[in-house]
């Protein structure tokens, strides 16, 4: 359902989002337009049936979970890796999913149905609209719904892996005066057919006080405080053989790899160095 560019985690940069009329307000009004409750049930349901089918699925840490709104920072293998943050997560709140970087929302299948879920707060390529799409991230955080987001901004290769993240998830966080809590997924380099699949939930780092932008600081020591959380929730996770060509091409079904080829697993903190958070996933 959820291309890989969702959540690419990016800060919006402060400048003016809309022109005369609130164009941008009103675009992502019409992308992603308010949805009843039983949509979104509906579509959560079947994507975590499909997910608890093909998968076996072990929850580690859902305690961890607070009962109030929370930015969900999950690390992103694969296309698939939201029905996994679906069956992982409690049915209540509603929760929200921070992309994807889509131009058009109503048109192709997946689109069309991520819009009519309302499961989403998409933006533009270019970051347009970005700062629309994180005033409403704000906006249904701070009315009590948990907003998942791909902090490292892009797929990557590797279970023990976890690309530098970007600012997106910690500005959310302080902006919205609410926890981030890492969510660490493995098993989605490669899908078999009952294969293990791990969902790690780490503590939550901090809870500031909202209403003022975050400064810099505030967000790289959050930043760095996820990573640091992320690092050690995918250990102990090996690399999968790949599977059958049936699970290959599961696998490989959505994913945008930059370059158009699944990148070799990073060796070296180096290589993390050369990768680096891109620009698409």
Same mark, same amino acid.
């Given at each position: 359902?959820?291309?890989?560019?969702?959540?690419? !985690?990016?800060?919006?940069?402060?400048?003016?989002?809309?022109?005369?009329?609130?164009?941008?307000?009103?675009?992502?009004?019409? %992308?992603?337009?308010?949805?009843? +409750?039983? /949509?979104?049930?509906?579509?959560?349901?079947?994507?975590?049936?499909?997910?608890?089918?093909?998968?076996?699925?072990?929850?580690?840490?859902?305690?961890?979970?607070?009962?109030?709104?929370?930015?969900?920072?999950?690390?992103?293998?694969?296309?698939?890796?939201?029905? +996994?943050?679906?069956?992982?997560?409690?049915?209540?709140?509603?929760?929200?999913?921070?992309?994807?970087?889509?131009?058009?929302?109503?048109? !192709?299948?997946?689109? $069309?149905?991520?819009?009519?879920?309302?499961?989403?707060?998409?933006? $533009?390529?270019?970051?347009?609209? *970005?700062?629309?799409?994180? /005033?409403?991230?704000?906006?249904?955080?701070?009315?009590?719904?948990?907003?998942?987001?791909?902090?490292?901004?892009?797929?990557?290769?590797?279970?023990?892996?976890?690309?530098?993240?970007?600012?997106?998830?910690? +500005?959310?966080?302080?902006?919205? !005066?609410?926890?981030?809590?890492?969510?660490?997924?493995?098993?989605?380099?490669?899908?078999?057919? $009952?294969?293990?699949?791990?969902?790690?939930?780490?503590?939550?780092?901090?809870?500031?006080?909202?209403?003022?932008?975050?400064?810099?600081?505030?967000?790289?020591?959050?930043?760095?405080?996820? %990573?640091?959380? *992320?690092?050690?929730?995918? %250990?102990?996770?090996?690399?999968?053989?790949?599977? !059958?060509?049936?699970?290959?091409?599961?696998?490989? *079904?959505?994913?945008?790899?930059?370059?158009?080829?699944?990148?070799?697993?990073?060796?070296?903190? $180096?290589?993390?160095?050369?990768?680096?958070?891109?620009?698409?996933?």
């Amino acid at each position: 359902m959820v291309k890989p560019q969702i959540a690419l !985690g990016a800060v919006p940069e402060h400048r003016p989002d809309t022109t005369p009329g609130h164009e941008a307000p009103i675009r992502l009004e019409a %992308q992603a337009p308010c949805s009843p +409750y039983r /949509r979104y049930l509906f579509v959560r349901t079947i994507l975590t049936v499909v997910a608890r089918s093909f998968s076996r699925i072990r929850v580690e840490g859902s305690h961890n979970l607070p009962p109030g709104p929370s930015i969900l920072c999950f690390t992103h293998q694969s296309w698939a890796d939201p029905f +996994y943050v679906f069956a992982a997560m409690p049915k209540t709140p509603r929760m929200y999913f921070f992309g994807p970087e889509q131009e058009e929302m109503r048109r !192709g299948t997946r689109n $069309r149905l991520m819009r009519w879920s309302g499961a989403v707060i998409p933006y $533009r390529p270019g970051k347009r609209g *970005l700062v629309a799409a994180t /005033r409403k991230a704000v906006s249904v955080l701070r009315a009590g719904s948990p907003v998942a987001i791909a902090g490292e901004g892009r797929i990557h290769s590797g279970e023990g892996v976890v690309l530098p993240l970007r600012d997106g998830p910690a +500005y959310l966080a302080l902006m919205a !005066g609410v926890p981030l809590v890492p969510v660490a997924i493995n098993g989605t380099g490669w899908l078999g057919f $009952r294969r293990a699949v791990r969902i790690r939930v780490g503590a939550p780092i901090g809870h500031p006080s909202a209403g003022t932008r975050p400064t810099e600081a505030a967000m790289r020591n959050l930043t760095s405080e996820a %990573q640091a959380a *992320l690092e050690l929730l995918v %250990q102990g996770f090996p690399d999968r053989p790949k599977p !059958g060509i049936i699970g290959r091409l599961i696998t490989e *079904l959505f994913n945008d790899w930059p370059g158009g080829a699944r990148p070799a697993v990073p060796s070296s903190a $180096r290589d993390l160095e050369h990768v680096g958070p891109g620009s698409g996933s």
